[in-house]
Protein backbone atom coordinates (compact mmCIF):
# COMPACT_ATOMS: atom_id res chain seq x y z
CA UNK A 1 0.00 0.00 0.00
CA UNK A 2 1.13 3.51 -1.04
CA UNK A 3 0.21 7.09 -1.12
CA UNK A 4 -0.86 7.14 -4.84
CA UNK A 5 -0.33 11.51 -5.70
CA UNK A 6 0.46 15.11 -3.80
CA UNK A 7 3.04 15.36 -1.19
CA UNK A 8 3.91 12.16 -0.08
CA UNK A 9 3.25 10.49 -3.46
CA UNK A 10 5.01 6.52 -4.05
CA UNK A 11 5.64 6.89 -0.35
CA UNK A 12 4.90 3.33 0.79
CA UNK A 13 2.42 3.04 4.25
CA UNK A 14 2.90 0.32 6.68
CA UNK A 15 -0.62 -2.10 7.88
CA UNK A 16 -1.19 -4.37 9.88
CA UNK A 17 -0.25 -8.07 9.17
CA UNK A 18 -2.36 -9.77 11.00
CA UNK A 19 -5.26 -9.11 8.91
CA UNK A 20 -7.46 -7.22 11.46
CA UNK A 21 -7.87 -4.20 8.94
CA UNK A 22 -9.05 -4.13 5.67
CA UNK A 23 -6.94 -1.16 3.36
CA UNK A 24 -8.57 -0.04 0.49
CA UNK A 25 -6.47 -0.80 -2.91
CA UNK A 26 -4.84 1.54 -4.80
CA UNK A 27 -7.02 1.40 -7.54
CA UNK A 28 -10.09 1.77 -5.59
CA UNK A 29 -8.42 5.00 -3.73
CA UNK A 30 -7.38 6.39 -7.21
CA UNK A 31 -11.04 6.47 -8.10
CA UNK A 32 -12.04 7.79 -5.10
CA UNK A 33 -10.16 10.75 -4.75
CA UNK A 34 -10.57 12.06 -8.28
CA UNK A 35 -14.18 12.05 -7.49
CA UNK A 36 -12.96 13.37 -3.92
CA UNK A 37 -10.50 16.07 -5.87
CA UNK A 38 -12.61 19.53 -6.19
CA UNK A 39 -13.05 19.41 -2.04
CA UNK A 40 -10.11 18.31 -0.76
CA UNK A 41 -7.45 21.66 -0.74
CA UNK A 42 -8.12 23.41 2.54
CA UNK A 43 -10.89 20.81 3.59
CA UNK A 44 -10.88 19.57 7.59
CA UNK A 45 -11.19 15.62 6.92
CA UNK A 46 -12.19 12.97 9.29
CA UNK A 47 -11.04 9.25 8.73
CA UNK A 48 -13.75 7.15 10.94
CA UNK A 49 -12.35 3.68 11.42
CA UNK A 50 -9.26 4.36 10.17
CA UNK A 51 -7.43 1.49 9.61
CA UNK A 52 -3.54 2.24 9.03
CA UNK A 53 -4.89 5.97 7.88
CA UNK A 54 -4.21 5.44 4.07
CA UNK A 55 -7.60 7.60 3.74
CA UNK A 56 -6.42 10.30 5.82
CA UNK A 57 -3.15 10.73 4.78
CA UNK A 58 -3.74 10.67 1.25
CA UNK A 59 -6.42 13.19 1.75
CA UNK A 60 -3.85 15.23 3.70
CA UNK A 61 -1.08 14.54 0.29
CA UNK A 62 -3.29 16.05 -1.98
CA UNK A 63 -4.16 18.94 0.35
CA UNK A 64 -6.36 18.83 3.24
CA UNK A 65 -5.45 21.53 5.97
CA UNK A 66 -6.20 18.92 8.54
CA UNK A 67 -7.17 15.23 9.28
CA UNK A 68 -8.15 13.28 12.28
CA UNK A 69 -8.15 9.94 12.51
CA UNK A 70 -9.79 7.36 14.41
CA UNK A 71 -8.93 4.35 15.48
CA UNK A 72 -10.12 2.29 18.98
CA UNK A 73 -6.95 -0.62 17.70
CA UNK A 74 -3.51 0.27 19.87
CA UNK A 75 -1.82 -1.66 17.42
CA UNK A 76 -3.42 0.21 14.19
CA UNK A 77 -3.33 3.93 16.24
CA UNK A 78 0.71 3.12 16.67
CA UNK A 79 1.00 2.10 12.66
CA UNK A 80 -0.76 5.50 11.45
CA UNK A 81 1.25 7.73 13.83
CA UNK A 82 4.39 5.84 12.26
CA UNK A 83 2.86 6.24 8.96
CA UNK A 84 1.86 9.94 9.52
CA UNK A 85 5.70 10.57 10.74
CA UNK A 86 7.17 9.13 7.81
CA UNK A 87 5.06 10.93 5.20
CA UNK A 88 5.91 13.86 7.10
CA UNK A 89 1.96 14.74 7.87
CA UNK A 90 2.30 14.46 11.45
CA UNK A 91 1.41 17.56 11.69
CA UNK A 92 -1.64 18.31 9.99
CA UNK A 93 -3.06 15.50 11.77
CA UNK A 94 -4.64 14.48 15.31
CA UNK A 95 -5.15 10.62 16.04
CA UNK A 96 -7.73 9.70 18.70
CA UNK A 97 -7.40 6.18 19.89
CA UNK A 98 -11.28 6.02 20.73
CA UNK A 99 -14.15 4.12 19.34
CA UNK A 100 -15.63 5.84 16.58
CA UNK A 101 -18.91 6.66 18.03
CA UNK A 102 -17.34 8.43 20.68
CA UNK A 103 -15.23 10.11 19.43
CA UNK A 104 -17.94 11.30 17.21
CA UNK A 105 -19.12 13.18 20.28
CA UNK A 106 -16.26 13.96 21.86
CA UNK A 107 -15.84 16.13 18.60
CA UNK A 108 -19.02 17.82 19.24
CA UNK A 109 -18.72 21.67 19.07
CA UNK A 110 -15.15 20.83 17.68
CA UNK A 111 -16.27 22.48 14.18
CA UNK A 112 -17.51 20.95 11.22
CA UNK A 113 -15.58 18.66 8.52
CA UNK A 114 -15.67 19.25 5.00
CA UNK A 115 -15.37 15.55 4.33
CA UNK A 116 -16.00 12.36 6.64
CA UNK A 117 -15.06 8.95 5.53
CA UNK A 118 -16.54 6.37 7.23
CA UNK A 119 -14.96 2.97 6.56
CA UNK A 120 -16.30 0.18 9.01
CA UNK A 121 -15.96 -3.39 9.57
CA UNK A 122 -18.41 -4.88 6.40
CA UNK A 123 -21.83 -6.26 6.63
CA UNK A 124 -22.88 -4.63 10.02
CA UNK A 125 -24.32 -0.90 9.34
CA UNK A 126 -22.13 0.52 10.91
CA UNK A 127 -21.63 3.10 8.64
CA UNK A 128 -25.30 4.08 8.41
CA UNK A 129 -26.00 3.92 12.18
CA UNK A 130 -22.82 6.29 12.67
CA UNK A 131 -25.45 8.95 10.03
CA UNK A 132 -27.45 8.72 13.42
CA UNK A 133 -24.58 10.10 15.38
CA UNK A 134 -23.28 12.67 12.91
CA UNK A 135 -26.86 14.56 12.57
CA UNK A 136 -26.37 15.23 16.02
CA UNK A 137 -23.10 16.09 17.03
CA UNK A 138 -23.12 19.25 15.08
CA UNK A 139 -19.30 18.27 12.94
CA UNK A 140 -21.55 17.81 9.80
CA UNK A 141 -23.53 20.63 8.15
CA UNK A 142 -25.71 20.49 4.43
CA UNK A 143 -21.93 20.93 3.21
CA UNK A 144 -20.24 18.24 4.75
CA UNK A 145 -19.44 15.63 2.58
CA UNK A 146 -19.91 11.88 4.06
CA UNK A 147 -18.58 8.86 2.21
CA UNK A 148 -19.11 5.48 3.40
CA UNK A 149 -17.34 2.73 2.04
CA UNK A 150 -19.37 -1.07 2.60
CA UNK A 151 -19.79 -4.05 0.48
CA UNK A 152 -22.36 -4.90 -2.18
CA UNK A 153 -24.69 -6.94 0.02
CA UNK A 154 -27.58 -4.07 1.11
CA UNK A 155 -29.92 -3.09 -1.44
CA UNK A 156 -29.87 1.00 -1.65
CA UNK A 157 -30.13 3.57 -4.25
CA UNK A 158 -29.21 7.34 -4.99
CA UNK A 159 -31.63 9.67 -3.49
CA UNK A 160 -32.27 7.52 -0.80
CA UNK A 161 -32.33 9.09 2.98
CA UNK A 162 -30.69 7.82 6.21
CA UNK A 163 -31.36 9.46 9.43
CA UNK A 164 -31.06 13.05 7.24
CA UNK A 165 -28.72 12.08 4.96
CA UNK A 166 -29.34 11.98 1.34
CA UNK A 167 -27.51 9.79 -1.14
CA UNK A 168 -26.02 12.12 -3.84
CA UNK A 169 -23.70 9.46 -5.66
CA UNK A 170 -23.06 6.09 -5.76
CA UNK A 171 -19.62 4.31 -7.08
CA UNK A 172 -19.65 0.75 -7.10
CA UNK A 173 -16.78 -1.65 -7.52
CA UNK A 174 -15.93 -5.07 -8.12
CA UNK A 175 -16.81 -6.29 -4.24
CA UNK A 176 -17.40 -3.06 -2.59
CA UNK A 177 -18.86 0.47 -2.75
CA UNK A 178 -18.76 4.57 -2.07
CA UNK A 179 -21.73 6.06 -1.44
CA UNK A 180 -21.34 9.87 -1.42
CA UNK A 181 -23.76 11.77 0.72
CA UNK A 182 -25.02 14.90 1.99
CA UNK A 183 -27.29 16.22 5.09
CA UNK A 184 -30.98 16.84 3.44
CA UNK A 185 -33.89 18.89 5.54
CA UNK A 186 -35.75 15.18 6.03
CA UNK A 187 -35.79 12.98 8.99
Do not use: W
Not at 79 to 102: M, W
Not at 120 to 134: A, D, R, S, T
Request: hydrophobic share 40%; proline share 4%.
Amino acid sequence: MRVIAGSARSLPLKTLKTGDTRPTTDRIKETLFNILMPDLPGCRFLDLFAGAGAIGIEALSRGAKEAYFVEKNTDVVKIITENLKFTKLYDKAKVLKRDAYDAVAELAGSGVFDIIFIDPPYGKQMGFEMLKVLKRSGIADEDTLVVIEEDLSDEIAEGDVFSGFEIKRIKKYRSNRHIFLKKTDQP
